[in-house]
């Protein structure tokens, strides 16, 4: 009983392993390709890498704390100080913005990747155990894609409460059904090919041929998803921190900072076009980055 | 020669449709003896890869085997459970198929896909799987095995990955190994070497069941050979035999229908019509609608595979008849 398993863990190493190598390998050839064929793409994937690091050194680019008040400076213009100004706290909102980048940027990845192994699980196994399995998934897929996700989404964060966690979790389960979807057509397409049948031939199991056969296949369809998913999770996190119903004050969060800077639109509208800026900037540089990654993995996008 | 590797009784598939029931393969009596090459020649369609998949147990729903019997050295394994016939699949039994070019993974390298099929039926480390992949690449003759074994198949041109799907199949030295179609998608000259290869490893104790519409194949490598149509049967013998003296009216039409570089000239001979279509047999023999020598009770009853010389059976009633045009 402890062999097997351990052979089993093994065995999931040895896989998670091979994958990797072989994606590695593929994932730079298509780098190197979208940099070469698609400029807007490359320059959308350098903004992101900006994005991320100025996140990440966010206490080191700014003098000011996240929280740092200062009443005798409130709603000061834009100057050589306050670059983006300050708000209605005197905080400075620059800083904010980059302490607010490294939530969005959270939020964008964590949920995308999550349901994107939730979808991605679930749609092999629709797809390729077909019957009940399928009937099942895809009936509560359906179900999640007919409500509009926004109200989903409030739905779930009511009945949950705020929270970067549950944030989390909303968009996993808003998001996880559209990946299942794609996952299952495509596992439909490769059931059917002649190596998945020469890997039956041999003896290869059920569920191995669905992770190391079916799975790895998927690879590339799933990035695209994955950089696609990202800007909808941002958008959906900023409106939910915009009604109220996501991230909560004073932490700070690009919907949040346009929701409080709404009162201050005529006095001070650098409260709301800074974060807005913001939001705008990264959502759009995933959206290329997604179209160019499809662009190279789809020959036929090309010449259009 | 007496020991049979594989031995099928009266094997019958159908398939349930939308305006009856089908059978692609119809009471199918085949043998394979140790240490041989038998094929399986006919038309598209006439159900010889329908009969592969029985055997290998790989029939796609809602295909099934609703009579006879699959014996594997002697042992019954069509009422084997799933998991069971998992197990001599690689293992004992074994197969290869026409298109190289889909039926590896392609975002898996070729030799962990070769490694995968020693290590789901024996008990050994990664370092000897990769010895064994090594050794099977160099048997199946791949040039430079050491820098292949890390390729992606679509590095590979399709020689080689008809080379890597041999390899992959014989690995685990199974008793039997089915190509279906081996050479179709390859040119002349590599077809000539996967054939030598498959000839090498009969002699090395594998046995073959070699299905093919491609005549000189057949007569190149078989050393007997089963002649389908319409699901059927419908002549048997040994490979010299069968080209020196068909019996069959549907035999003698495909020998006919091969182009002849030497003889030159004149039109190429075909047989009229098409396979039947299944859901509509003719009453009689199956072949009744394109013989040319077809008589009253051909078209009323399907006549049985009978011997007309030792080892040589043939379902028709007229055999060797000439045909009156």
């Known amino acids: 009983m402890l062999r097997t398993k351990r052979k089993r863990a093994e ?294 | 020669m007496n020991e049979k590797t594989l031995e099928v009784r009266g094997l019958t598939v159908c398939i349930p449709t939308e305006k009856g029931v089908i059978c692609p393969v119809n009471d199918v009596s085949l043998e394979v003896p140790a240490g041989s090459i038998t094929g399986i020649v006919g038309e598209s369609g006439c159900g010889k890869s329908m009969t592969a998949r029985a055997v290998m147990g790989l029939l796609r729903y809602p295909a099934k085997v609703t009579g006879g019997s699959v014996l594997l050295g002697g042992r019954e394994i069509t009422s084997l459970p799933e998991k069971e016939r998992r197990k001599l699949r690689g293992a004992e039994i074994s197969m290869i198929f026409q298109e190289p070019m889909t039926s590896l993974n392609p975002v898996v390298k070729v030799g962990r896909q070769v490694e995968e099929a020693v290590r789901l039926h024996t008990a050994c480390s990664r370092e000897e799987a990769r010895a064994r992949t090594l050794e099977m690449f160099r048997e199946v003759e791949i040039p430079e095995p050491e820098s292949r074994l890390d390729c992606y198949p679509h590095q590979l041109s399709g020689g080689l990955r008809q080379r890597v799907m041999i390899a992959m199949a014989m690995v685990c030295r199974p008793k039997l190994l089915i190509a279906d179609e081996p050479t179709t998608a390859l040119d002349v000259t590599v077809e000539a070497q996967i054939l030598k290869l498959l000839e090498r490893l009969r002699d090395a104790g594998t046995s073959v069941l070699l299905i093919s519409h491609n005549l000189g194949v057949i007569a190149k490598v078989c050393d007997y050979v089963y002649v389908m149509y319409a699901g059927r049967i419908v002549e048997q013998a040994e490979t010299n035999t069968i080209f020196s003296r068909p019996e069959h009216p549907y035999t003698r039409g495909l020998f006919r229908s091969v182009a002849s570089l030497r003889e030159g000239g004149g039109v190429l001979e075909t047989i009229p019509g098409v396979v039947p279509n299944l859901l509509r047999l003719p009453a009689g023999c199956s072949f009744s609608l394109r013989c040319g020598q077809c008589a009253d009770n051909c078209r009323e009853r399907m006549p049985e595979l009978r011997e007309t010389e030792p080892d040589h059976k043939v379902r028709c009633f007229l055999p060797g008849k000439e045909e009156t045009e």
């Not at chain 1, 964008?108 to 999550?114: F, I, R, T």
């Open chain 1, 11 to 304: 065995q999931a190493a040895d896989l998670l392993l091979q994958s990797q190598i072989g994606e590695e390998e593929r994932f730079r050839d298509l780098m190197r390709r979208m940099v070469r064929e698609n400029k807007t793409a490359a320059a959308s994937f350098v903004l992101i890498v900006l994005m991320v690091l100025a996140a990440a050194l966010g206490p080191l680019l700014t003098p000011y704390g996240e929280n740092e008040m200062d009443l005798l400076h409130r709603l000061a213009a834009p100057s050589a100080e306050h670059l983006l100004g300050t708000d209605e706290g005197g905080r400075d909102v620059l800083t904010r913005l980059l302490y607010g980048a490294r939530v969005s940027l959270l939020i964008g990845v964590a949920p995308a990747l999550l349901s994107l192994i939730l979808g991605a699980a679930l749609g092999v196994a629709a797809g390729y155990r077909g019957g009940l399995t399928d009937a099942v998934i895809m009936r509560v897929a359906d179900v999640t894609l007919a409500f509009p996700s926004m109200l989903l989404a409030m739905v779930i964060m009511y009945a949950l409460g705020g929270g970067i966690l549950n944030v989390f979790l909303t968009l996993t389960l808003v998001n996880w059904a559209n990946v299942a979807r794609v996952v299952r057509a495509q596992t439909l397409k490769l059931k059917n090919c002649e190596f998945v049948e020469a890997a039956r031939i041999i003896g290869v199991s059920r569920g191995r041929i669905m992770r190391r056969h079916i799975l790895p296949n998927c690879l590339p369809t799933l990035l695209v998803l994955f950089t696609l998913n990202i800007p909808a999770s941002i958008l959906t996190e900023s409106s939910l921190s915009f009604l109220g119903l996501g991230i909560q004050p004073p932490n700070a969060s690009w919907g949040l900072m346009i929701n409080t800077g709404r009162q201050y639109l005529y006095s001070a509208p650098w409260l709301c076009f800074a974060p807005g800026a913001a939001i705008m900037l990264i959502v759009l540089a995933f959206n290329f980055l997604g179209n160019g990654l499809l662009d190279v993995l789809d020959p036929r996008m090309k010449k259009q």
